[in-house]
T-cell receptor, first 114, second 117 residues
Framework: AQSVTQPDIHITVSEGASLELRCNYS??????LFWYVQSPGQGLQLLLK??????LVQGIKGFEAEFKRSQSSFNLRKPSVHWSDAAEYFC????????????FGAGTRLFVKA | GAVVSQHPSRVICKSGTSVKIECRSL??????MFWYRQFPKQSLMLMAT?????????EQGVEKDKFLINHASLTLSTLTVTSAHPEDSSFYIC?????????????FGPGTRLTVT
């Protein structure tokens, strides 16, 4: 069965510093990969997705992620973090087969310090 | 992107009563809708997949008689928590799927906070 692992429960970075959130997946075929962000008490907002093609994906709010098949990873990066980026980040893998199902990682809470 | 709404955003009910949560896709037709449950500081757990005009597919461990799902139209799915108990208190999030030829988009609602007293 497919699964998603986000090794870091929480991360703290200084405002203006770079950020990398890790995500590893387990899936037999080429996965559909997503990163979502959730602010407290809110729903999820899609940051970016990978279906095929260029393995470096650009998203909203200055985020990017790189799909590395050899490492089964889809890490999220941002060169300079803003205080408003503090939130919960979820990596997810989707499978299409009969229907569509999205499996979420446990999430990584990002704290930004001044 | 497409917009998915949920109503209500927050509800408090007494133990033993039933609560209905609505999920609407506002500007597209969603043949598939999903219901998730999220406990505090945890990830989203898929409860069921709802296809328009057919019975929902529930994930293992989710009681179908407890969590009734109806997907009567291409823009509306409802989740009814029957005979609610305090342990049903949670954040419920729906999403609607929009499938293309080689892609898939899933749009999430803002969530409904259910508190059972």
């Amino acid at each position: 069965a497919q699964s998603v692992t986000q090794p870091d429960i929480h991360i703290t970075v200084s405002e203006g510093a770079s950020l990398e959130l890790r995500c590893n997946y387990s899936y037999g075929a080429t996965p559909y990969l997503f990163w979502y962000v959730q602010s407290p008490g809110q729903g999820l907002q899609l940051l970016l997705k990978y279906f095929s093609g260029d393995t470096l994906v650009q998203g909203i709010k200055g985020f990017e992620a790189e799909f590395k098949r050899s490492q089964s990873s889809f890490n999220l990066r941002k060169p300079s973090v803003h205080w408003s980026d503090a939130a919960e980040y979820f990596c997810a893998v989707g499978e299409m087969g009969g229907g569509f199902k999205t499996i979420f990682g446990a999430g990584t809470r990002l704290f930004v310090k001044a | 992107g497409a917009v998915v709404s949920q109503h209500p955003s927050r509800v408090i009910c007494k133990s033993g009563t039933s609560v209905k949560i609505e999920c609407r896709s506002l500007d597209f037709q969603a043949t598939t809708m999903f219901w998730y449950r999220q406990f505090p500081k945890q990830s989203l757990m898929l409860m069921a997949t709802s296809n328009e005009g057919s019975k929902a597919t529930y994930e293992q461990g989710v009681e179908k008689d407890k969590f009734l799902i109806n997907h009567a139209s291409l823009t509306l799915s409802t989740l009814t928590v029957t005979s609610a108990h305090p342990e049903d208190s949670s954040f419920y999030i729906c999403s609607a799927g929009d499938r293309g030829v080689n892609s898939y988009e899933q749009y999430f609602g803002p969530g409904t906070r259910l508190t059972v007293t």
